[in-house]
C-alpha cells in the first residue's frame, strides 16, 4: 500500500518554461513533506519541504504547494534549467516515524 | 559540512558471496537507515536503526541484515547474494525524534552476476 504516490514517472518541459511535480498522499498523520533530488549515480540531496501548518514554502526557483484537505502537493520549478534534470521524489512524515518515498519522476529539461 | 560516506561506489559479486556495505556518517545522527533504489520502485527501506544495536526491519528486508555496534556506522550485510539483489544501495542518517529529513550517502552501485 503506497502511502506516498507520484503517478507521473516522467516529464519533460521546454528550458525557461515552469516544471509541476506532483504528488499525494494517503495517510492524514503526515505533517511534514520534503522533496529530494537525485542525479544518476549520487544520492539524493535535500531540496525543499514544508510543515503542514503552512501551505506554501518557497526557496529560490522552487516552491512547494500544499493542500492537505486533497493530500496533495505539488514542486514547480521556474524558470525551468538544464540542471534540474534529474530524479525528484515526494516524501511524507509525522512525528517520530521514518520518512516514506514516493517511486520518484524523472524530469527532463529540453532546450 | 555534513556527511554520509558509503566505503564503495561499485561493486561486482558473483553469485553466492558475502557482501558487506559500510555507511559512516559525521553528523551524531542517531537514526540510520538502508535503502535500495530500482527503477520505478524509488527508494525502498530495508532495514533502519534508532540506536546503537538496534535494528528493525524495513519493507523488503529478506536476504539482508545490518550490524550497528557504534553511533556513527551502520553496515548493510549480504549473506549470500542473488543476482535479484543488483541494486543501487543508499544509507542515509537523521536526528532522533522529530525527523527533518535524512542526509545521504552518494549510494554503491552493486552488481551481481
Known amino acids: 500500500d503506497q502511502q506516498v504516490k507520484q503517478n507521473s514517472p516522467s516529464l519533460s518541459v521546454q528550458e525557461g518554461r515552469i516544471s509541476i511535480l506532483n504528488c499525494d498522499y494517503t495517510?492524514?498523520?503526515?505533517?511534514?513533506f520534503l522533496w529530494y533530488k537525485k542525479y544518476p549515480a549520487e544520492g539524493p540531496t535535500f531540496l525543499i519541504s514544508?510543515?503542514?501548518?503552512?501551505d506554501k514554502n518557497e526557496d529560490g526557483r522552487f516552491t512547494v504547494f500544499l493542500n492537505k484537505s486533497a493530500k496533495h502537493l505539488s514542486l514547480h520549478i521556474v524558470p525551468s534549467q538544464p540542471g534540474d534534470s534529474a530524479v525528484y521524489f515526494c516524501?511524507?512524515?509525522?512525528?517520530?516515524?521514518?520518512?516514506?518515498f514516493g517511486s520518484g519522476t524523472r524530469l527532463s529539461i529540453r532546450p | 559540512d555534513v556527511k554520509v560516506t558509503q566505503s564503495s561506489r561499485y561493486l561486482v559479486k558473483r553469485t553466492g558471496e558475502k557482501v558487506f556495505l559500510e555507511c559512516v556518517q559525521d553528523?551524531?545522527?542517531?537514526?540510520m537507515f538502508w535503502y535500495r533504489q530500482d527503477p520505478g520502485l524509488g527508494l525502498r527501506l530495508i532495514y533502519f536503526?534508532?540506536?546503537?544495536?538496534?535494528?528493525e526491519k524495513g519493507d523488503i528486508p529478506e536476504g539482508y541484515s545490518v550490524s550497528r555496534e557504534k553511533k556513527e556506522r551502520f553496515s548493510l550485510i549480504l549473506e549470500s547474494t542473488s543476482t535479484n539483489q543488483t541494486s543501487m544501495y543508499l544509507c542515509?542518517?537523521?536526528?532522533?525524534?522529530?525527523?527533518?529529513?535524512?542526509?545521504f550517502g552518494s549510494g554503491t552501485r552493486l552488481t551481481v552476476v
Open positions: 495517510n492524514s498523520m503526515f505533517d511534514y
Open positions: 514544508i510543515s503542514s501548518i503552512k
Open positions: 553528523m551524531d545522527h542517531e537514526n
Open positions: 542515509a542518517s537523521g536526528r532522533g525524534g522529530r525527523t527533518y529529513g535524512y542526509t
Open positions: 536503526s534508532y540506536d546503537v544495536k538496534m535494528k
Open positions: 516524501a511524507a512524515g509525522g512525528g517520530a516515524s521514518k520518512i516514506i
